[in-house]
T-cell receptor, first 115, second 113 residues
Framework: EAQVTQNPRYLITVTGKKLTVTCSQN?????MSWYRQDPGLGLRQIYY???????DKGDVPEGYKVSRKEKRNFPLILESPSPNQTSLYFC??????????????FGPGTRLTVL | KQEVTQIPAALSVPEGENLVLNCSFT??????LQWFRQDPGKGLTSLLL?????REQTSGRLNASLDKSSGRSTLYIAASQPGDSATYLC????????????FGGGTRVLVKP
């Protein structure tokens, strides 16, 4: 089954404790992306990757890091989490978008609470 | 900068009534527009994708229209069912070179039996 998986699904942590949220897709997609969703602000892009070893900032990259060492994986790293990073996080993947019909596939989300 | 707005933020209708969800965007130079459904704990599911050259797209009880010149899209859901209760998001892709989507805030729909 074609899917995007994220782990963990729920996480409660404390300020300053480094954490990683994993994302994996089994569709051989070149493009992967991280979004955060906050009430009243919608989904906003954090980082994206066009292919292995190619990453770039989205609209709200501060406080986050990513890496793309393998095509299927795109982990989101919070080196020193702060309470304002409490949010619902989504990973997404898609073909590189040469065609206007290419849709994005989203993971189930990771609800992060930073105390 | 592209901005996407969805009004109303929430909607409650009795079962069987048709649903009309609105999406507006500020920059008409879009590549495509997508409607997603979001269920708690289950991520986003793509419902319909309308290319910039299309006026509408249909799938079962769902029909989405696109008017680029006025910066609007409408999602129609015919004969609503309780299972249609969810949050509906629209998102625009600005150009072919990038896959980034700009999302609206969503409309939370409740269909009452």
């Amino acid at each position: 089954e074609a899917q995007v998986t994220q782990n963990p699904r729920y996480l409660i942590t404390v300020t300053g404790k480094k954490l990683t949220v994993t994302c994996s897709q089994n569709m051989n997609h070149e493009y992967m992306s991280w979004y955060r969703q906050d009430p009243g602000l919608g989904l906003r892009q954090i980082y994206y990757s066009m292919n292995v070893e190619v990453t770039d900032k989205g609209d709200v990259p501060e406080g986050y890091k990513v890496s793309r060492k393998e095509k299927r994986n795109f982990p989101l790293i919070l080196e020193s989490p702060s309470p304002n990073q409490t949010s619902l996080y989504f990973c997404a993947s898609s073909p590189l978008g040469r065609f206007s019909t290419d849709t994005q596939y989203f993971g189930p989300g990771t609800r992060l609470t930073v105390l | 900068k592209q901005e996407v707005t969805q009004i109303p933020a929430a909607l409650s209708v009795p079962e069987g009534e048709n649903l009309v969800l609105n999406c507006s965007f500020t920059d008409s130079a879009i590549y495509n527009l997508q409607w997603f459904r979001q269920d708690p704990g289950k991520g986003l599911t793509s419902l319909l994708l309308i290319q910039s050259s299309q006026r509408e797209q249909t799938s079962g009880r769902l029909n989405a229209s696109l008017d680029k010149s006025s910066g609007r899209s409408t999602l129609y859901i015919a004969a609503s069912q309780p299972g249609d209760s969810a949050t509906y998001l629209c998102a625009v892709r600005p150009h072919a070179a990038g896959n980034k989507l700009t999302f609206g805030g969503g409309t939370r729909v409740l269909v009452k039996p």
